[in-house]
């Protein structure tokens, strides 16, 4: 696991929602790139990307609740997991059994 510095590239405020997409260049050889949603908030949602060709460009969107001070343009942090690899929270769940609904890009 390591981190890269991800782009927004839309912001949307809607009262007190808002939406936004974040992208970033995935290196090779990883298959599961997460936004980290700390600057979104605890309530936030962010789809992870998984599966995504080198050198893509994955975007990334993310919502939920909060009046934030973000504007495109801004850095984001974002995980990227080696082939192999998988975040705690699914690898858990893969231990006990439970399957993880993948999104193929």
Same mark, same amino acid.
């Given at each position: 696991?390591?981190?890269?510095?991800?782009?927004?590239?839309?912001?949307?405020?809607?009262?007190?929602?808002?939406?936004?997409?974040?992208?970033?260049?995935?290196?090779?050889?990883?298959?599961?790139?997460?936004?980290?949603?700390?600057?979104? =908030?605890?309530?936030?949602?962010?789809?992870?990307?998984? %599966?995504? +060709?080198? /050198?893509?460009?994955?975007?990334?969107? &993310?919502?939920?609740?909060?009046?934030?001070?973000?504007?495109?343009?801004?850095?984001?942090?974002?995980?990227?997991?080696?082939? =192999?690899?998988?975040?705690?929270?699914?690898?858990?769940? %893969?231990? +006990?059994? /439970?399957?993880?609904?993948?999104?193929? &890009?």
């Amino acid at each position: 696991m390591f981190p890269l510095i991800g782009y927004v590239t839309r912001f949307e405020q809607q009262g007190d929602r808002f939406s936004a997409s974040v992208d970033v260049r995935v290196p090779e050889d990883v298959s599961h790139v997460q936004l980290d949603t700390e600057v979104f =908030g605890s309530a936030a949602h962010a789809m992870p990307h998984v %599966n995504p +060709r080198s /050198a893509e460009l994955a975007n990334i969107s &993310v919502h939920g609740p909060g009046r934030l001070k973000i504007r495109v343009g801004d850095e984001m942090r974002v995980m990227c997991f080696k082939t =192999g690899e998988l975040p705690d929270c699914i690898a858990s769940e %893969n231990r +006990r059994g /439970a399957s993880f609904l993948f999104f193929p &890009v």
